[in-house]
C-alpha cells in the first residue's frame, strides 16, 4: 500500500508562512489527484486544497484562498502547500490523500499518514 508522509509543520506566529511536504513511497502517484486535509481534535476532517495529477486544475477551500498554494513534483512523489498569511484559525493537523478529482474532493485512500501539526500563535 501507498505510504503517506506529512512533514513541514511547526509553530508560527500569525502573519508568517509554513511549507508542508506530502511524500508518497511504494507507488508512484504521478497520475492521481491529491490533496490537504486538516482536522482540529473534536471535528470532522475538512478540505483545504486539492490540485490535479498534471498540475493544470487546482482548488482550495474558501477559507483558503489567496493565501495557501498547493503544488507538486511528480519526480519527486512529493505534493506542497505553501501557507502564508497564517491565521490562528489554521491551526490543526495537516494530512494529504489521492482525491477523486479536483471538484469532488473527498480522500480515495481509506489510510491516513500521520499529519503535521501546524500551530498558529496570535
Known amino acids: 500500500q501507498v505510504q503517506l508522509v506529512e512533514s513541514g509543520g511547526g509553530l508560527v506566529q500569525a502573519g508568517g508562512s509554513l511549507r508542508l511536504s506530502c511524500a508518497a513511497s511504494?507507488?508512484?502517484?504521478?497520475?492521481?489527484?491529491m490533496g490537504w486535509f486538516r482536522q482540529v481534535p473534536g471535528k470532522e476532517r475538512e478540505f483545504v486544497a486539492a490540485?490535479?495529477?498534471?498540475?493544470?486544475?487546482?482548488n482550495y477551500a474558501d477559507s483558503v484562498k489567496g493565501r495557501f498554494t498547493i503544488s507538486r513534483d511528480n519526480a519527486k512523489n512529493t505534493v506542497y502547500l505553501q501557507m502564508n498569511s497564517l491565521k490562528p484559525e489554521d491551526t490543526a493537523v495537516y494530512y494529504c490523500n489521492r482525491i477523486r478529482n479536483t471538484v469532488v474532493t473527498e480522500a480515495i485512500y481509506d489510510y491516513w499518514g500521520q499529519g503535521t501539526q501546524v500551530t498558529v500563535s496570535s
Open positions: 490540485i490535479s495529477s498534471g498540475s493544470i486544475w487546482t
Open positions: 511504494g507507488r508512484i502517484f504521478s497520475g492521481y489527484s
